[in-house]
């Protein structure tokens, strides 16, 4: 059943498609939407890799977790359906720019299976990559770079992801990062040779 709430609407065809965009871009528009845990390195990997592809003469552009919640979702909090709201938003906002041909970078903890899967259903086949960034409780607690895993602890920040709420690992990701073991540049680079093997760097 659709949720359309809005009537009387149609979708418009574009004159210019999203093969003469990436066309022009020299390389296909794709979702890497990075998963994990608070303090895994999301944030900083995908940041990484975006000036990576930047350098490189590539179009992309990082969709950061705080930064969409301080604008386009700042109605929403961290109940189970307020998440599952955070992740459609952000999904059809990374397929607009999927469609423009930009490699869009999504670094979110969105920790429910079924909220990721229905990002994945939204994108064409291969236009979504699914990237584990794998760090233990241990590691992210150890890091706790916002001091919010100390909050959580002391009882000062509910539904948080991996204390007082679950985290659902992806079963079949694309790439898995071992974020516990390696570093940044490493990873960035994993993530890199992932898009040129499967070519997503050419058009």
């Not at 679950?166 to 898995?176: C, G, K």
């Not at 490493?186 to 070519?199: F, H, R, T």
Request: net charge negative.
């Amino acid at each position: 059943m659709s949720d359309q709430k809005a009537t009387n609407v149609t979708w418009h065809e574009h004159k210019v498609s999203r093969d003469d965009r990436s066309r022009l871009n020299g390389h296909k528009g794709a979702v890497l939407w990075f998963t994990g845990l608070s303090g895994c390195g999301k944030s900083t990997i995908s940041n990484a890799v975006d000036y990576k592809l930047f350098q490189s003469g590539r179009h992309s552009f990082v969709l950061d977790g705080d930064n969409v919640r301080m604008g386009l979702n700042k109605n929403l909090g961290f109940s189970s359906e307020d998440r599952a709201e955070n992740i459609r938003r952000i999904g059809e906002v990374a397929k607009l720019f999927t469609h423009a041909g930009t490699l869009t970078l999504a670094a979110f903890v969105s920790p429910y299976r079924a909220d990721r899967n229905r990002v994945r259903e939204i994108l064409e086949p291969g236009e979504f990559i699914e990237i584990l960034v794998d760090a233990s409780i241990e590691t992210c607690e150890g890091r706790d770079p916002k001091g919010l895993y100390k909050k959580a602890r002391a009882g000062e920040i509910k539904n948080f992801t991996g204390i007082s709420d679950p985290y659902e690992a992806p079963e079949n990701p694309e790439l898995i990062l071992d974020s516990n073991n390696k570093g940044v540049e490493e990873l960035a680079e994993e993530v890199i040779a992932y898009l040129e093997k499967n070519g997503y760097l050419r058009a």
